[in-house]
């Protein structure tokens, strides 16, 4: 099973967005961090089955490191 980066930040709003680097257009939107995470499960299997459906397969990965700058 692949895995893949998601980027999750918080609004101005203080709801959530989240998307994938790799994978354009799989977003998710929601009120908490937790609602964004389980949202983006929902949409990145959602575009799976969409890929297996029509017989393609999904991007591999990209690897990358995380850091943190203080600023």
Same mark, same amino acid.
């Given at each position: 099973?692949?895995?893949?980066? @998601?980027?999750?930040?918080r609004?101005?709003?203080? +709801? $959530? +967005?989240?998307?994938?680097?790799?994978?354009?257009?799989? @977003?998710?939107?929601?009120?908490?961090?937790?609602?964004?995470e389980?949202?983006?499960?929902?949409?990145? +299997?959602?575009?799976?089955? $969409?890929?297996?459906?029509?017989?393609?397969?999904?991007?591999?990965?990209?690897?990358?490191?995380? +850091?943190?700058?203080?600023?």
């Open positions: 099973m692949n895995s893949y980066l @998601v980027v999750c930040e609004a101005e709003d203080g +709801g $959530w +967005g989240a998307f994938l680097p790799d994978i354009d257009g799989v @977003v998710a939107l929601g009120r908490t961090r937790e609602e964004v389980d949202g983006m499960h929902v949409a990145l +299997g959602a575009y799976l089955d $969409w890929l297996k459906e029509r017989g393609e397969t999904a991007p591999a990965p990209s690897s990358c490191e995380v +850091g943190f700058i203080a600023a």
